[in-house]
């Protein structure tokens, strides 16, 4: 009974007026909810067409590569990033980049004032803002994938291919910068392309806020403020304005580049046919010829690698994760970064090898926040600092470093030298099971390139025992500094001594004592050179320019000889060693004698004479494994990869830069008689159709030297005009009493007491004596000497009580 009387109350309620007002509330309330529901499926259904609208427009307005990569959606290219290529915005391999919804908003008009651009002809209108993001955005996705098919079919590894990229080793955040540069390229070309058909002025050069570059990159090129420190920054930064001369920036142009498309296509002859295979000028011209100079030693050579190691290092385009795209692999679908080498028949690796393709990836390009044609990306600082010893970036810098006492890392052997540090990596291309299963590596240096060869090898060490042999005497002196005192005042001791030698003792043999004195670069003797110029002056930019790193100073290349001899001191023999057994080869140098041997072979082998014949060893056996011998040559052309790296940077051709250097217009091939040598012109001349589509470095090669310098005209104008730049340009230079820390003149009088000479007498095994100028052959004007004998600076002038600089 109870249950009953408590449900007719229920009943009752339920009957009720108030009841049947509240179920018709109920339903309205429905009937609202299911209106408001057909509004928004209306509004979706909108919103899809319209999309849909959109993407089908951009697909029928641009030429894909990769079409299904276009039916993704606009502005999605974080998720393309994390989804599909499983790895999210700013990680190691691809850095953040900004959503680019923000930047389709409004555009930065504020950072194109500050940008001091001249907005009333370099504007951009909203819809070719609009068009050029879009673009962008479809070429970054073709790009990415693009580079998930590579990655089905690597290089092998090891090969002469892989340790070629090895040797151009690419820092693994390139990656993300090239992505963005992609972007800019095709912004830039759809934007162009709109001008066009409209007749209305380039807008190359506009600052383009895209979202997709970091940005501190953008920053960098616009923000002239910069606290300057006491002493150099690693990567370069706060030396210049605009981070000139900073690492991971473009390299810098005198001249507009040579593309076929007048964006980013390799250079083309002038009739718009391909140009002569870089492999068919390599072995018609550039075939190997026996000859000396027998004035200059290898040093020069070994001296000039490292010092280009410490000033350039061009990135090269890589696939996820920094891997190695192939570009002669037999799939039909070619990485749009592939610029490979034909190589015809009648080749004489064709006909051993039936090869027709030499392996070739384009250099990645950088972003410059700006419209523009493609431009290439130089991974260290610009200046002689030593960034080949330290390294360009902060990773790297601690990864070498002791820290204590201001040491740089060193590894001990079991007879008490000091070695570098080993580099574990097996994927290097250098390291090799059988040597690490007795305990020896390769080394690590502040340059990834420091295994390349062993001589390249030792001079990285004897820098670094350098540096350490500077700590120990400072310490001594100042027994109360910290590690990081020690470790900063050595390296600027270092970068010091690094570039006194290279003006004092290299630079004069390359260019010529007449052209040092009359650019005034030569040392000082005593006192501070002046420094007159505007720290803003386009003229005094130390960038590093494109046509030096990728013609100009490769001229080296042509100074090696096939075969160096090697002599033991100690019994008295010699023998000799082809020169590609010592590339990714330096265990020798875990003997004992081993440093001692390899530096008297530097020093005693001479070099060949300039021209356009390199060795064999650099043309048909370029990186092959050092080790197994091979009855057939199977390595890679180094004269073919520098010609094509020239085509691909977009390098005007030889007479362009001939004018540039006031060396007289050529109209013909004879024009050029009297200036070439005859029988380089003959060829030339049979090979390229124009005289204009010679490539720079065959042409200069070509020239006649002048009486006192080593190299031809061309290159010599080019040269001197970059080491003009990198002593005039660096805000640290030694001599210079303007820099934020100065040097006294007394401590300057002992800096220029340094030489090479001295450095190898005191950071080598068993080197007695040597010769004044190691990079000179020994002479009347030159003799061997103790090396007691060799001035040697002292540093109690760093004694922190005798100066005020501290």
Partial sequence: MRGITE??????HIDSPDVEFASLLRTRRTRIRQFQCCICSILIVVFIMALMISISYSISHTN?????IDNASSGNLDGILRGSLGFAPGSTSHASFSNTANAIVEPNYIAIRNANIDTSTKSLSRHEYMQGLRAGERAMKNHLFANTIAAKSPLPSPSPESRHRYATSTHPNVSALALAAIGEIAATRTIENMRSIQDESSAIGTFFDSGWVPKSVCK???????????????DGSCNRPRGWGSSMTPFRRVLPPDYADGIESPRKARSGNELPSAREVSFKIHKPSASSNPSFTVMLAVFGQFLDHDVTATALSQGINGSSIACCSPSKEQHPECFPIRVGTGDPLHDLTNRTCMDFVRSAPAPRCELGSREQLNQVSAFIDG??????????????REFIGGRLKMQLTPDNRTLLPASTNPNDGCNREAERRRGRYCFAAGDARANENLHLTTMHLLWARQHNKIVDELSKINPTWSDEVLYQEARRIVGAQLQHITYREF??????????KEHDLKPLGSGYRKRTYDPNDLENDPTIANHFATAAFRFAHTLLPGLMRMTDGEKNTSSYVELHRMLFNPYSLYAEDGIRRSINSATTNVIQKYSTHVTSQLTSNLFEDPVVNFTVPCGLDLVSLNIQRGRDHGLPGYTVWREYCGLGKVKTFDDLEGYLNHQDLEQISMLYESVDDIDLYTGALSEIPESDSLVGPTFTCLIIDQFARLQKGDRFWYEYAEQPYPFTKEQLLELRKISLAKIICDCSDGITHAQVELMRSVGPDNPMVSCKDIPEPSFILWKENLTSNF
């Fill in 387 to 400: 960034s080949a010893i330290y390294g360009s970036n902060n990773e790297t810098t601690c990864n070498l």
């Fill in 507 to 516: 630079l004069p043999i390359i260019v010529g004592d007449e052209r040092m």
């Fill in 64 to 68: 894909s590569t990769y079409p299904a």
């Fill in 7 to 12: 449900r007719t109350p229920l009943r009752r």
């Fill in 220 to 234: 960098q090129y616009f923000d002239r403020s910069c606290k300057i420190g006491k002493y150099r920054t690693v």
